[in-house]
């Protein structure tokens, strides 16, 4: 019984791992020299290598003609089991390294609100959710979920496909923002006291928002007046004019709330609704205990509002 166990797995008996890697070098490009630079060998080691194989399996792998070697049908049936093997091996192998690593959660917010909302507030996520990667993408518009991007923040004015998950955040409030050490250079009082646009005013307009002061003297019940006016090519720079005293801007709540917190803005009039507001997109429903639904719960939480 003892030698007909031992007989059986000295038939069974793998080859030496490292004697295969010499082998399917060398029969990837049936040349021991080449075969021994890949692998950073000699040729001496790779010849042994190959001769250890042939002796144990007891069939020519390769056929010598002088300084160059081919492939036997041996040879090649050989190579072909290792290289599917070691394919097996370096595919689990990778599956198990991503699988023991957390991918981080993907998320696409538009530009601005990226800059001056969410991400001075990220690490208070990161202190609630230590276990929960966040990499942030900025983007604007439409968006397809391409490219691993699991969430994206939006305004919605623009239509989403009816299948994609969308949670409402908060409502869109704007209102006119100066620097607040200039605001006399900007507003007027009437005798009533009630604050008033000086004509003289630069406004601040944006080429993605070009509508925004339009939006706001309709919310007003008055029409646009015809003041002098400056257009950036980015609402985050007319935010930024502001703040550096140039003119007036329509500044969105969540935008300027930090500045007029810490007394740089001054927002005279108030904000208003404009009856957009901002939606969390998922190409999909989450579950409420994963990265998402815990990002989803902590952005409610935020709400930001005037």
């Not at 890697?21 to 790779?46: K, M, P, Q, V, Y």
Request: glycine letters at 10%.
């Amino acid at each position: 019984m003892y030698c007909e166990h031992n007989s059986h797995n000295k038939g069974a008996r793998l080859p030496s791992l490292a004697a295969l890697r010499c082998f399917e070098a060398a029969a990837g490009t049936e040349s021991f020299s080449r075969a021994a630079e890949r692998l950073n060998l000699t040729h001496g080691a790779i010849s042994r290598a190959v001769r250890l194989l042939e002796d144990e399996l007891g069939v020519a792998l390769f056929e010598r003609r002088g300084r160059r070697v081919f492939l036997t049908d041996a040879g090649r049936k050989l190579a072909e089991a290792v290289r599917q093997g070691f394919g097996v091996i370096a595919a689990t192998a990778r599956e198990l390294r991503e699988s023991g690593q957390s991918r981080p959660l993907t998320i696409s917010c538009e530009p601005t609100l990226l800059m001056r909302w969410l991400i001075p507030r990220l690490p208070q996520f990161q202190a609630l959710h230590p276990e929960v990667s966040i990499q942030l993408v900025a983007g604007g518009g439409p968006v397809g979920f391409a490219g691993g991007i699991d969430l994206a923040i939006r305004r919605n004015d623009f239509d989403w496909p009816a299948h994609y998950h969308a949670v409402r955040l908060f409502d869109e409030r704007t209102g006119p923002v100066c620097r607040a050490d200039r605001i006399a250079d900007f507003i007027r009082q009437d005798d009533n006291g009630v604050a008033h646009l000086r004509l003289d005013a630069t406004r601040l307009h944006s080429r993605t928002r070009l509508d925004a002061w339009a939006s706001w003297w309709r919310g007003m019940g008055e029409d646009s007046d015809e003041a002098p006016g400056q257009v950036f090519e980015h609402f985050y720079f007319s935010l930024q004019a502001a703040i550096a005293g140039i003119g007036v801007a329509i500044g969105p709540w969540p935008l300027v709330c930090d500045d007029i917190d810490s007394g740089i803005l001054a927002a005279p009039f108030g904000f208003r609704a404009d009856g957009s507001g901002y939606y969390l997109l998922a190409p999909g429903a989450f579950e409420q205990n994963s990265p998402q639904g815990c990002f989803q719960r902590w952005l409610h939480a935020l709400s930001p509002q005037a």
